[in-house]
């Protein structure tokens, strides 16, 4: 089992960046892959980024230049950098991981999902 502990979230406006940090705990997650999804109200939940054990990388095109995801193994803990940031952004943000990567990004083939964490941008 592993527990997923998403922060970070918060109010922000147009223009600006936020920090997101989901910590594992109970097993290692460093073997992995470790997603970033987020949720609007009314829209389905869709991958923002994903990163596996190996270090590939994926980005939704919306997302593409302003975002960056990342690891610490040792911290058993992966980051969301989130610049640029547009209303349109706004969403609850969950980390997930994937023990054997079968889900391929598929939400709904990740293995475990932290309770998210509501990233907000004003115009």
């Known amino acids: 089992q592993v527990q997923l502990v998403e922060s970070g979230g918060g109010l922000v406006q147009a223009g600006g960046s936020l920090r997101l940090s989901c910590a594992a705990s109970?097993?290692?997650?460093?073997?992995?892959?470790m997603g970033w999804f987020r949720q609007a109200p009314g829209a389905q939940r869709e991958l923002v980024a994903g990163i596996t054990s190996g270090g590939s990388i994926n980005y939704a095109d919306s997302v593409k230049g302003r975002f960056t995801i990342s690891r610490d193994n040792a911290k058993n803990t992966v980051y969301l950098q989130m610049n640029s940031l547009k209303p349109e952004d706004t969403a609850i943000y969950y980390c997930?991981?994937?023990?054997?990567?079968?889900?391929?990004?598929?939400?709904?083939?990740?293995?475990?999902w932290g309770k998210g964490t509501l990233v907000t941008v004003s115009s």
């Open positions: 997930a991981a994937d023990a054997r990567f079968l889900s391929r990004w598929s939400a709904s083939g990740m293995d475990y």
């Open positions: 109970g097993r290692t997650a460093s073997g992995y892959a």
